[in-house]
């Protein structure tokens, strides 16, 4: 039976891939004292396939388009977070995140050296014990063959169990220190108690910092907020924003008196629509055209689960979905100016996507100089997370979006980091079950090691030495570690969005940092 498994298997590299997917992510499902595997399950189904049937591994090319398809995801998502991370205090998170990789870096060697481990096992562990996909492609270029991913495969489980315990423990040990909560957006009608204020146009540049005017009331009719309109004492006022900024308007303007305008839907309502047109997406709101005699106003934005404030410098992305309030009859046209598709969710340009991973693999060709050692590429996982960073921070370049509606984004990230996993396991089966059975105690104690020294390193150093914020400090840990896994734990510990915010600012930069150490070290090593 097993022979004609070994068999069949070997015959058809294509079935073995997908056999490990789908294996894996039935493994991944699987839940053990609040903890699952998740996607790093494939690894594990691919190695187990891949022990069973050594000859079943598919072509290298096959796992590279997988890592360069999750890689050029993640750059277009964060690509703004991370150069607004350069600053403010983006850059003391990194820094002691770099703080933390490095010495766990330093802890991988060190241990190693010691074992009798090969640097390029060492490399591994520590790629895998930081759950980063891209720094185990690095070192498996690097090295020319695939040690690195027997240490990876040995790690990768701590790597993700390690982190959540000491978040656990954190958080039972210490009284969280939370940082400023993300304001909720919400509307409010008012009664303007006066007429002291002027024009729309007065009210507008008058209102706090958080809020909008969406809709006016006069009489019996609601109507958009003409700037000229002079306002009188009576008219009913629709505000929409933070809901500390609108009871200082409340306290300046007049008296709450909820229903009069959201009630009357007669002569203006809202339509909401998917942003499926790219001529309009990647553009800041400021720039938006309506459509011609067409009299509206953008009430909100929907992004993902997010609620978005409609600011004048907020970049409109495709698969968003956006509300406008309008005459009804200004319906129509507003949808097919937006486009209104709800397949835009799920699709991209096909253009942008080719163009950009191009850019990603002729960066990652690049020979890159290093003073005293020589030289080193970004490789294909650095060339396309470099790239896709830049142009997600681009947004646009003339007529051409590079963002990707979120969900489209996740659907190629998650299918190609799969790929890559399953890929990586069936070719390194074989060599991590003789690599187990000889010094797979001593492969597991380093690979504990250098993940406890990478999250204790930063936790320590932003706790005691900067003294942030527990959810800033929760999101940076999760960016060193890596693994979405342990952001999710994170979220699920202390609710916040500053933890996603720290995450999303210190993951790429990392990212960076892991595939550059694995470069680095293996080309000294080797020579």
């Not at 933390?100 to 802890?107: E, F, K």
């Not at 209102?207 to 002079?230: C, F, K, M, T, Y």
């Not at 003073?371 to 830049?390: K, R």
Request: net charge neutral; aromatic share 6%.
């Amino acid at each position: 039976m097993l022979d004609a498994i070994r068999s069949l298997l070997e015959q058809s590299p294509m079935l073995a891939l997908f056999a490990a997917i789908g294996i894996g992510y039935a493994l991944g499902r699987i839940t053990v004292a609040g903890f699952s595997l998740g996607v790093g399950a494939v690894l594990f189904a691919g190695l187990g396939l891949g022990a069973i049937a050594p000859g079943s591994a598919p072509p290298a090319m096959v796992g590279s388009i997988g890592l360069v398809m999750f890689l050029y995801g993640i750059g277009i998502q964060y690509g703004r977070q991370f150069f607004a991370g350069l600053s403010g205090p983006g850059l003391r998170w990194n820094l002691i995140a770099v703080l933390g990789v490095l010495a766990s870096l330093g802890v991988a060697l060190g241990l190693g050296r010691l074992a009798g481990v090969s640097v390029a096992h060492s490399t591994g562990l520590f790629a895998g014990s930081l759950t980063s996909t891209p720094a185990l492609q690095a070192a498996i270029e690097a090295a020319g063959n695939r040690d690195p991913a027997i240490g990876y495969s040995i790690a990768y489980p701590f790597g993700v169990i390690g982190p959540i315990l000491c978040l656990y423990l954190f958080s039972r040990l210490v009284r969280p220190r939370l940082a400023v909560a993300a304001p909720q957006l919400e509307p409010l009608e008012m009664v303007l108690e006066h007429s002291r204020i002027g024009t729309v146009a007065d009210l507008i540049a008058g209102l706090p910092a958080g809020v909008e005017l969406l809709a006016i009331r006069r009489g019996d009719a609601n109507q958009l907020p003409d700037p000229s309109l002079v306002l009188r004492a009576g008219d009913g006022l629709l505000l929409y924003g933070e809901a500390d900024a609108l009871e200082g308007a409340r306290t300046a303007l007049g008296r709450v008196e909820p229903g009069r305008i959201a009630d009357d839907r007669g002569e203006i309502d809202i339509v909401r629509c998917y942003l499926s047109n790219p001529e309009t997406a990647g553009i800041p709101m400021r720039q938006v055209r309506l459509p011609a005699g067409v009299v509206a106003k953008i009430a909100e934005v929907r992004r993902g689960d997010v609620l978005l404030l409609p600011a004048p410098d907020l970049v409109l992305e495709l698969g968003d979905r956006i509300g406008v309030i309008a005459p009804r009859e200004s319906f129509p046209a507003l949808r097919r100016h937006f486009g209104d598709s709800m397949r835009s969710t799920a699709e991209f340009s096909y253009i942008a996507v080719g163009l950009g991973m191009s850019l990603g693999v002729l960066l990652g060709l690049a020979p890159i100089p290093l003073p005293g050692i020589g030289e080193f590429t970004l490789g294909l996982a650095g060339g396309a997370l470099v790239v896709s960073l830049v142009l997600g921070r681009l947004g646009r370049t003339g007529s051409l979006s590079w963002r990707m509606p979120m969900t489209a984004n996740l659907t190629l990230r998650n299918f190609g980091l799969t790929v890559f996993l399953a890929s990586v396991g069936l070719g390194s089966g074989a060599p991590f079950v003789s690599t187990l059975a000889t010094t797979g105690p001593t492969f597991l104690a380093i690979g504990a090691a250098i993940v406890l020294v990478a999250v204790l390193v930063a936790m320590l150093l932003g706790h005691l030495v900067l003294g942030m914020s527990t959810d800033d400090l929760l999101g940076v840990a999760s960016g060193v570690t890596g693994n979405p896994a342990i952001v999710v734990y994170a979220n699920q510990t202390l609710p916040s969005d500053r933890i996603d915010v720290a995450y999303a600012t210190v993951y790429p930069s990392m990212t960076i940092l892991k595939i550059v150490c694995a470069q680095v070290v293996i080309g000294l090593g080797g020579s």
